[in-house]
């Protein structure tokens, strides 16, 4: 064999090698025994936006302004040819020069040769940017899931436990519970979406039908936080059941009367001023004990820190519900 024939066997060879290199998808490098850059593939020269001639013979830990000079994966790359060891997936983020913010898996191993004595590193770097911010948002989803979840069964629990038994059947405490809790549900979701809620809306859902048909509603557009959407619906509920089963909602005629307005407070705080009013309904007295429902009436009231008066007018229930917004 003639030294021009080596020659082009030699130059054949490298011509396939780097094609090989090329082929493969993720950015690749080679370096030598110096830890310089012999080779690098296409995709680590678009992935990273640099030049391979401003790369090739440069120290692998000098690119990039030494992103990649890293006390711990030196000490890794630096035992790979030593100790025949490899580099398995160590985690690099970087703002990079010319791509930003990214995060890469880092890969490096000796270059397999037929004599087995070779000083190469193949390193590769696998990108896991999108992957990563996805993880996180997975596991923030999951968290954020787990935490409504143990809200919701803990309010859920709470009403279970402090609806009344004494005097009602199994199946009026059944009723009770369910209404609770249909209405508990429905302002999760208003809730859940993260927006305001408009407070009308959030009435007229808390009344149930066919009460609402019989809600007359007066006062200006005022939207509500997703924090307060519950507590709110709670209370307009449980007058609204209240209503149904001992007032205006009990007969035909009657029909329920809701004003707000807005109005300034003190350390510049607004509030919602409410004022619920039955007519036409049964004579209504004051109640012999608190019940649960005029505890949770004042008692989520004073939670948002707002207040309540119940007034038992002959005529029908009176309500003023003032509450921060």
Not at 98 to 110: H, K, M, N, S
Not at 241 to 257: C, F, M, Q, R, W
Request: glycine residues 8%.
């Amino acid at each position: 064999m003639i030294l021009e024939d080596l020659y082009r066997l030699l130059k054949s060879g490298h011509v396939l090698a780097q094609g090989i290199v090329d082929t493969m998808t993720q950015p690749t490098i080679v370096l030598d025994h110096n830890l310089c850059v012999t080779t690098a593939n296409n995709a680590f020269v678009r992935t990273f936006e640099v030049e391979r001639d401003d790369i090739l013979g440069q120290n692998f830990f000098d690119l990039g302004n030494g992103q990649w000079d890293i006390a711990e994966l030196r000490h890794l790359i630096g035992s790979v040819i030593p100790k025949a060891a490899a580099v398995i997936g160590f985690e690099v983020v970087h703002n990079f020069p010319a791509i930003g913010q990214r995060t890469f898996l880092v890969d490096a191993r000796r270059l397999i040769h037929p004599d087995n004595n070779s000083t190469n590193i193949l390193i590769l770097f696998d990108d896991v940017t999108e992957r990563r911010r996805h993880d996180a948002e997975r596991d923030f989803i999951i968290a954020e899931t787990r935490h409504r979840l143990r809200n919701l069964l803990a309010v859920i629990r709470a009403i279970a436990m402090q609806t009344e038994t004494e005097d009602r059947t199994a199946t009026e405490y059944r009723d009770i519970l369910l209404g609770r809790l249909e209405v508990t549900l429905r302002a999760q979701e208003l809730a859940a979406t993260g927006e305001a809620t408009d407070f009308e809306v959030l009435l007229r859902q808390s009344v149930s039908e066919p009460g609402a048909q019989r809600l007359h509603c007066d006062g200006p557009t005022v939207t509500l936080a997703s924090s307060k959407v519950l507590a709110i619906s709670m209370i307009f509920h449980e007058l609204g059941t209240n209503a149904a089963k001992y007032g205006a909602l009990s007969v035909p005629d009657g029909e329920i009367h809701v004003t707000w307005a807005l109005e300034a407070g003190a350390r510049d705080r607004t509030y919602l001023v409410c004022n619920w009013r039955e007519k036409n309904g049964l004579p209504v007295t004051p109640p012999k004990r608190r019940g649960y429902g005029t505890e949770l009436i004042e008692g989520t009231s004073a939670h948002l820190g707002g207040k309540v008066e119940l007034k038992y007018d002959p005529g029908g229930l009176a309500a003023m519900i003032k509450i921060p917004v």
